[in-house]
């Protein structure tokens, strides 16, 4: 059986298209396709996850998420969100629903700025912006910086909070001190995404960190969060100092179960579903959302199959290691095809960088100013 869900949240990929081309990027091959996911298609979609609704709703209320993604969102007509809008409402207006966008900001118009600032529909705004490095340039090859750096302190200037992911790959690496120095100044929260999906085998290996290199970058940053003033939130090391900080304390409690916990998923434009780790891995389908339920979705053969090669991992690195149960596990079971390549050829970076976190932690609550550390738990 497929336990009973708190909350859900779907990647909604509503086009391809984009106006950048990030080298690094898993979307490569389709960036040029100006492809928009029919209306229909989005309608079909949310009645789908109504009747699961229906069902998961009378054990509690389960919260719902959706993330418009791409390509680059905010390409798509802003009168096609307004009648996104409009159809969520009419089919899922009795439930408690968030939309959020994932946009590399280079397009910001007055209209969209304003709708953004208004959260009749999108509640929270996500920016990919590495700040240094060489991968957000247009079709021409050239920096978009400038235009991103103008378009964000347009959010600022209208009083819009927003959140930022850098992805962290062989050409950020050397600069993770400045791009979270670069958030931090602002108070904006940062997510360090390390490059875990690939297009073609030339992007791994362009962009791949190995182990050391993967880890090293982590602890720079920890390093970077320690010495800030301010510490503005910085994930995944956020999440690594919760895990360490239980550690210390002895609180085993954080299990993560692929099977029953996994929340997060993908509906390619085509309505197709997979797990977040999954995209366009063969075979790695759960269904269709516009033809077929979520349950079934959820106990579809490809989802137990995937299920079953995730509890295998955990069993592999997971149960033996020390951390298990604080760490709750989850990269090890959501691991994408290219994580799991690190997996098997240098073990699991989430411990190489607890081993260094977990002593700063001991150190540091002895004293006031764990204060620090502890305010995130």
Same mark, same amino acid.
């Given at each position: 059986?497929?336990?009973?869900?708190?909350?859900?949240?779907?990647?909604?990929?509503?086009?391809?298209?984009?106006?950048?081309?990030?080298?690094?990027?898993?979307?490569?091959?389709?960036?040029? =396709?100006?492809?928009?996911?029919?209306?229909?298609?989005?309608?079909?979609?949310?009645?789908?996850?109504?009747?699961?609704?229906?069902?998961?709703?009378?054990?509690?209320?389960?919260?719902?998420?959706?993330?418009?993604?791409?390509?680059?969102?905010?390409?798509?007509?802003?009168?096609?969100?307004?009648?996104?809008?409009?159809?969520?409402?009419?089919?899922?207006?009795?439930?408690?629903?968030?939309?959020?966008?994932?946009?590399?900001?280079?397009?910001?118009?007055?209209?969209?700025?304003?709708?953004?600032?208004?959260?009749?529909?999108?509640?929270?705004?996500?920016?990919?912006?590495?700040?240094?490095?060489?991968?957000?340039?247009?079709?021409?090859?050239?920096?978009? &910086?400038?235009?991103?750096?103008?378009?964000?302190?347009?959010? @600022?200037? =209208?009083? @819009?909070?927003?959140?930022?992911?850098?992805?962290?790959?062989?050409?950020?690496?050397?600069?993770?001190?400045?791009?979270?120095?670069?958030?931090? =100044?602002?108070? @904006?929260?940062?997510?360090?995404?390390?490059?875990?999906?690939?297009?073609?085998?030339?992007?791994?290996?362009?962009?791949?960190?190995?182990?050391?290199?993967?880890?090293?970058?982590?602890?720079?940053?920890?390093?970077?969060?320690?010495?800030?003033?301010?510490?503005?939130?910085?994930?995944?090391?956020?999440?690594?100092?919760?895990?360490?900080?239980?550690?210390?304390?002895?609180?085993?409690?954080?299990?993560?179960?692929?099977?029953?916990?996994?929340?997060?998923?993908?509906?390619? @434009?085509?309505?197709?579903?997979?797990?977040?780790?999954?995209?366009?891995?063969?075979?790695?389908?759960?269904?269709?959302?516009?033809?077929?339920?979520?349950?079934?979705?959820?106990?579809?053969?490809?989802?137990?199959?995937?299920?079953?090669?995730?509890?295998?991992?955990?069993?592999?690195?997971?149960?033996?290691?020390?951390?298990?149960?604080?760490?709750?596990?989850?990269?090890?079971?959501?691991?994408?095809?290219?994580?799991?390549?690190?997996?098997?050829?240098?073990?699991?970076?989430?411990?190489?960088?607890?081993?260094?976190?977990?002593?700063?932690?001991?150190?540091?609550?002895?004293?006031?100013?764990? &204060?620090?550390?502890?305010?995130? &738990?």
């Amino acid at each position: 059986m497929i336990a009973k869900r708190k909350h859900l949240l779907f990647v909604i990929k509503i086009t391809k298209f984009c106006n950048l081309r990030c080298s690094y990027c898993y979307e490569f091959n389709e960036l040029g =396709n100006k492809a928009v996911m029919a209306l229909d298609s989005i309608a079909a979609i949310f009645r789908t996850i109504r009747d699961y609704l229906e069902v998961e709703s009378q054990s509690g209320e389960v919260a719902v998420g959706f993330i418009w993604h791409g390509g680059e969102p905010l390409l798509v007509p802003l009168e096609m969100y307004k009648a996104i809008c409009e159809t969520q409402n009419e089919i899922l207006g009795r439930y408690k629903v968030h939309n959020y966008v994932q946009t590399n900001l280079t397009v910001l118009t007055e209209k969209q700025l304003a709708f953004i600032k208004s959260r009749v529909f999108f509640s929270e705004l996500g920016v990919s912006f590495d700040v240094y490095g060489d991968q957000r340039v247009g079709l021409n090859g050239k920096l978009k &910086t400038d235009k991103i750096l103008l378009n964000m302190q347009k959010l @600022i200037d =209208n009083s @819009i909070k927003f959140g930022a992911i850098a992805v962290l790959a062989q050409n950020t690496a050397p600069n993770v001190e400045r791009i979270y120095q670069f958030f931090d =100044n602002l108070r @904006i929260p940062l997510r360090f995404l390390p490059f875990y999906q690939s297009a073609f085998d030339t992007q791994i290996e362009d962009h791949a960190l190995d182990y050391d290199e993967l880890v090293e970058c982590l602890i720079r940053v920890f390093r970077a969060w320690l010495a800030s003033p301010t510490v503005t939130p910085v994930d995944p090391i956020e999440e690594y100092i919760k895990y360490a900080t239980a550690f210390h304390f002895g609180q085993p409690t954080n299990f993560y179960e692929k099977r029953n916990d996994e929340y997060v998923f993908v509906v390619n @434009i085509d309505g197709t579903i997979c797990g977040a780790d999954e995209i366009y891995v063969d075979q790695g389908g759960y269904g269709n959302l516009t033809t077929s339920t979520f349950e079934m979705a959820l106990q579809s053969p490809n989802r137990i199959s995937s299920i079953e090669k995730a509890e295998r991992r955990r069993d592999q690195y997971c149960l033996a290691c020390p951390y298990y149960g604080y760490c709750p596990g989850s990269f090890v079971q959501d691991a994408s095809p290219q994580q799991q390549r690190l997996l098997e050829k240098s073990g699991c970076p989430v411990r190489g960088v607890l081993d260094h976190i977990v002593p700063a932690v001991r150190d540091f609550v002895p004293h006031q100013e764990s &204060t620090r550390l502890l305010s995130l &738990t």
